[in-house]
C-alpha cells in the first residue's frame, strides 16, 4: 500500500545509536557492549521522566547527562574519551539500507520525512554526514513542542504540516513505545525490530514488522 508521507523516526530506525561507542571500542574496553546500552537507555529514561515533569531539556542535554552517568556506572574507563564519543554521535553511521529505501519511496511521489526526539542541529548533522539531505524533505524534531514522544502532539506535528488525516502517514520506528505511541494517535505503523525483541504493548500493534527498512 502506497500512503502520502513515509515518516521516519531517527535514532535506531535510519542511524545506529551504537556506532558511536564501536568506533571507540578498543578505547572503551571489553565492557563497550553493555556501555552503549546504559548510555542509550538513560538517554531515553531522561525524555521520558522529562516530558512527565514538564521539565524539558533538549536532547543533546540529555545525550551528555545519559553518558555521563554511564561513564560513573561502568567505571574505570577513560575520562578523556567523553568528547570522542560525543563527537562520534554527531555523525553516526546510517543503517546500509537506508538510502536505497527512502529514494524509491521518494520515487513513488510521497513525502520522506524524520520524526524524532532528536534536537534539530543533531539531526541535520546526522543526515548531513549521510548525505540523506537530498532525499528526505522535512526534519520534524520535538524540540518545537519542548516535549517528548509519546505525546499525542508529537505525532500532530506531522498531519499539521502536511494537512494529511493520520492514517495517510506511514511511520516506521525500531522503538516499540514510538510505535505504540504511534499507533494511538491513528498512524500506519511499521515495526522495524532489527534486535528480534519480543513485543509488547499488544493492544497498540504495529501494521508491520520487519527485520530492517529493507522490505518496506
Given at each position: 500500500?502506497?500512503?502520502?508521507?513515509?515518516?521516519?523516526?531517527?535514532?535506531?530506525?535510519?542511524?545506529?545509536?551504537?556506532?558511536?561507542?564501536?568506533?571507540?571500542?578498543?578505547?572503551?574496553?571489553?565492557?563497550?557492549?553493555?556501555?552503549?546500552?546504559?548510555?542509550?537507555?538513560?538517554?531515553?529514561?531522561?525524555?521520558?521522566?522529562?516530558?512527565?515533569?514538564?521539565?524539558?531539556?533538549?536532547?543533546?542535554?540529555?545525550?551528555?547527562?545519559?553518558?555521563?552517568?554511564?561513564?560513573?556506572?561502568?567505571?574505570?574507563?577513560?575520562?578523556?574519551?567523553?568528547?570522542?564519543?560525543?563527537?562520534?554521535?554527531?555523525?553516526?553511521?546510517?543503517?546500509?539500507?537506508?538510502?536505497?529505501?527512502?529514494?524509491?519511496?521518494?520515487?513513488?511521489?510521497?513525502?520522506?520525512?524524520?520524526?524524532?526526539?532528536?534536537?534539530?542541529?543533531?539531526?541535520?548533522?546526522?543526515?548531513?554526514?549521510?548525505?540523506?539531505?537530498?532525499?528526505?524533505?522535512?526534519?520534524?524534531?520535538?524540540?518545537?513542542?519542548?516535549?517528548?514522544?509519546?505525546?499525542?502532539?508529537?505525532?500532530?506535528?506531522v498531519t499539521t504540516n502536511y494537512r494529511?488525516?493520520?492514517?495517510?502517514?506511514?511511520?516506521?520506528?525500531?522503538?516499540?513505545?514510538?510505535?505504540?505511541?504511534?499507533?494511538?494517535?491513528?498512524?500506519?505503523?511499521?515495526?522495524?525490530?532489527r534486535s528480534d525483541m519480543p513485543d509488547?504493548?499488544?493492544?497498540?500493534?504495529?501494521?508491520?514488522?520487519?527485520?530492517?527498512?529493507?522490505?518496506?
Amino acid at each position: 500500500m502506497s500512503h502520502a508521507a513515509y515518516v521516519f523516526d531517527a535514532y535506531g530506525t535510519l542511524f545506529d545509536v551504537h556506532a558511536a561507542v564501536r568506533r571507540h571500542a578498543g578505547d572503551v574496553g571489553p565492557n563497550y557492549q553493555i556501555f552503549s546500552e546504559i548510555w542509550r537507555a538513560k538517554q531515553l529514561e531522561y525524555s521520558w521522566t522529562r516530558a512527565l515533569m514538564g521539565a524539558y531539556a533538549d536532547f543533546w542535554q540529555l545525550t551528555e547527562q545519559a553518558l555521563d552517568y554511564t561513564f560513573k556506572r561502568i567505571g574505570g574507563i577513560d575520562p578523556t574519551l567523553r568528547q570522542k564519543l560525543l563527537d562520534a554521535y554527531w555523525k553516526l553511521d546510517c543503517y546500509p539500507e537506508v538510502p536505497a529505501v527512502l529514494k524509491a519511496l521518494k520515487q513513488r511521489g510521497a513525502h520522506i520525512a524524520i520524526l524524532s526526539n532528536g534536537s534539530p542541529a543533531m539531526l541535520a548533522s546526522a543526515v548531513k554526514n549521510a548525505a540523506l539531505d537530498t532525499v528526505i524533505d522535512d526534519i520534524f524534531s520535538v524540540d518545537a513542542l519542548k516535549t517528548y514522544k509519546t505525546a499525542p502532539a508529537v505525532y500532530d506535528l506531522v498531519t499539521t504540516n502536511y494537512r494529511l488525516y493520520p492514517n495517510a502517514v506511514s511511520f516506521q520506528s525500531s522503538n516499540r513505545w514510538d510505535i505504540a505511541g504511534a499507533t494511538k494517535f491513528g498512524f500506519r505503523t511499521v515495526w522495524i525490530n532489527r534486535s528480534d525483541m519480543p513485543d509488547e504493548y499488544f493492544d497498540l500493534g504495529p501494521a508491520l514488522i520487519l527485520p530492517s527498512l529493507e522490505s518496506l
